[in-house]
């Protein structure tokens, strides 16, 4: 698994944009983590970029970052029309995301909802105070 501390979101808006980029659409998934430091530059192929690229994002605690990648994933949706599934299956693999879905929620399509609920993961105790801010 993942974590938004040493991965990047990377989505695209706009594949009239990727196209004159000399970036094919068709070939690059809408939404997609690359690991941190993006030593070899694979960010570039999406328009927008997101999460461990941003010092602060490095910093925040554990309940900070649950909140962030979820924020993150809305906004995805809401202000640049990435279809939910698509945010839905790149996100998957980030403890911050996976863990703290609701015990029902569907896995992505070809993967699995095994693993360990959101009480018996690390970041779970710093998720107490969620409900009452």
Known sequence: MKSIKHTMLCWKVDPDECARCGVD???LPEVALVDWPDERDHSRLWQ????A?????RKLTAEQRIAFV???ALG????????????HRALWELDEYRYFLPPDTPAP????????????H????????????
Do not use: N, Q
């Open 76 to 87: 995805m949706h809401l202000r640049d029309r990435v279809p939910m599934d698509a945010i």
């Open 48 to 51: 927008r970029t997101s999460g």
């Open 70 to 72: 979820f924020s993150e």
């Open 25 to 27: 659409p068709a070939t």
């Open 109 to 120: 399509a070809g993967k699995e909802r095994a693993g360990r609920p959101a009480e018996d």
């Open 53 to 57: 690229c941003f010092t602060h994002v």
């Open 122 to 133: 690390p970041l779970y105790p710093y998720t107490a105070t969620i409900g009452g801010l």
